[in-house]
């Protein structure tokens, strides 16, 4: 299993983002950068994380800016040389209204490229093999949930980026995983009034996160039996699938 010693996380600040910051800063990293949007938030996690031992370095970022992104992600990486960076920040619809679809993709989507894109430019100029990249999908990204459109279509591009990705960058030895995490607690969950099936707390999550990852996993997908519906239902023919998610229970 690999061990990273320099961990960048964007989205720390809460849910699964705020529980792999506090598991690395126990575990494995001796570097830590995390940033978010909540000047308040990302201040606790700071402290509690170097509480457990690791040197963060916490700023406040917006990921759809792509040139604040680069710029964070090159200076982070000058200081001490990126083992691993997880694409985490993300955000829930809601209403699908214009502006809330757009803020959707703009965060979930392009979000996920501002970060990644500059790493692997980074990546492909060492010549090492401790170089990971994992993105935050969903197992919404396995099908379109009328529920949540726009979350899904974000997610799915997610999930097929990195699963490309992941061959795509082999031979220049870095490593991809994609993680497909079902109902875990968070500010987002916390507002869903719809039945969550396989709930889960955000440090068990980070837990299976960071094993996966430790193993090269290419999809880290949980719990089980969520991954497994999820992926029967993207197999069925379109009448089925309609039936089925036609009935799911609505958000309010």
């Known amino acids: 299993m690999t061990i990273h010693t320099t961990v960048l996380i964007t989205g720390a600040t809460s849910g699964i ?12 990293a ?32 917006d990921v759809t800016d792509c040139d604040m992104m680069r710029k964070w992600i090159e200076k982070a990486d000058s200081i001490a040389p990126l083992n691993l960076v997880i694409a985490n920040a993300g955000v829930s619809t809601g209403e699908e209204t214009e502006n809330n679809v757009r803020n959707t993709v703009q965060t979930n989507v392009c979000g996920v490229v501002n970060t990644v894109l500059p790493v692997i ?6 010549s090492d093999t401790d ?9 919404a990204g396995y099908h379109g949930l009328p529920t949540a459109p726009s979350y899904s279509a974000s997610k799915a591009f997610v999930k097929a980026w990195g699963e490309a990705m992941r061959l795509s960058l082999r031979n220049d030895g870095i490593k991809v995983s994609v993680i497909c995490p079902g109902f875990v607690r968070s500010r987002i969950t916390d507002k869903n009034t719809c039945p969550m099936p396989f709930f889960m707390e955000a440090p068990r999550a980070a837990q299976i996160i960071a094993r ?37 229970p609505k958000k309010v």
């Open 212 to 248: 996966g990852i430790a193993k090269n996993k290419g999809i880290i997908a949980f719990p089980w039996p969520l991954r497994f519906s999820a992926w029967l239902m993207s197999c069925l023919p379109n009448v089925l699938s309609d039936l089925i998610y036609g009935n799911l």
């Open 30 to 61: 001796e570097n830590l950068f995390i940033c978010g949007r909540d000047k308040t938030r990302l201040a606790d996690v700071k402290k509690r994380c170097e509480e457990k031992g690791a040197k963060v370095y916490a700023d406040i970022m």
């Open 17 to 28: 983002g705020e529980a792999l910051a506090l598991y690395y800063a126990e575990h494995d």
């Open 131 to 139: 170089k990971h990249i994992a993105m935050l999908a969903s197992i």
């Open 121 to 126: 430019e980074l990546f492909k100029q060492r």
